[in-house]
């Protein structure tokens, strides 16, 4: 496993390598669809593993009040530039003292040598009535499935920075195995969201087959 200061180093490495016009939008998306499930108009958020801060920023626009905590140095400078609070942390290691309307927990799980104990740790954030939004990737839609078939997928490279391995079954039964109760569960489809008309359509074809049509799984969730 991995030291913090290792961690570090790599994840602001990780981020620098990142194809940003295929990622802001897909952590955009993600935003959009979290931000029309929420019924609580304002509050503590508190956005777990915030990376670049794109979606910090759209809960900041919204009129939350934001808060971000992720490893790596560079990106943490990068958001409080921006005029937000952030702080550094690993989420592995360190605590988490206050209390949060809303956590946000997205595309970080995979990255992660031990997930569940992070969502455990989580529930202790949550203040009365709080909520955790998480989203993990499905590493098995039908595009992957094929480059798996012809021996062209992108799992297992050495350069490839997810440890677990999600599927929509798997995050369910992750967030049930830390104590946490699934309100609701969303799927994002495999269609980047450039093809605006195109994805829009493979939105609710995505719900239906998710293991298939659906990139990644967002789950609203509570503690039980």
């Excluded at 994840?11 to 029309?36: K, M």
Aim: aromatic residues 10%.
């Amino acid at each position: 496993m991995l030291q913090t200061e290792e961690k570090k180093r790599y994840f602001d490495d990780y981020w620098e390598s990142q194809p940003i016009e295929i990622a802001d939008p897909r952590a955009t998306e993600r935003a959009e669809r979290i931000g029309a499930m929420l019924e609580r108009k304002g509050g503590k958020v508190l956005d777990v593993g915030c990376g670049r801060g794109i979606v910090l920023e759209y809960f900041a626009r919204k009129g939350y009040d934001v808060t971000g905590i992720d490893i790596s140095p560079e990106t943490i400078s990068r958001i409080q530039k921006m005029g937000y609070k952030a702080y550094l942390g690993d989420l592995e290691a360190d605590e988490i003292g206050e209390k949060y309307d809303i956590v946000l927990c997205l595309e970080v799980l995979q990255q992660l040598f031990d997930p569940s104990t992070l969502l455990s740790k989580m529930k202790s954030v949550f203040s009365p009535g709080g909520e955790i939004f998480v989203s993990v990737p499905n590493e098995f839609h039908i595009v992957s499935r094929l480059k798996i078939l012809f021996g062209f997928s992108h799992l297992g490279k050495f350069n490839h920075s997810h440890i677990r391995l999600f599927t929509p079954i798997r995050g369910r039964e992750l967030l049930k195995n830390a104590g946490l109760e699934i309100i609701r569960e969303i799927h994002i489809p495999i269609i980047p969201p450039r093809w605006k008309f195109l994805s829009r359509l493979f939105y609710p074809l995505a719900e239906v087959f998710p293991s298939l049509l659906a990139i990644s799984s967002i789950y609203r969730a509570r503690a039980r």
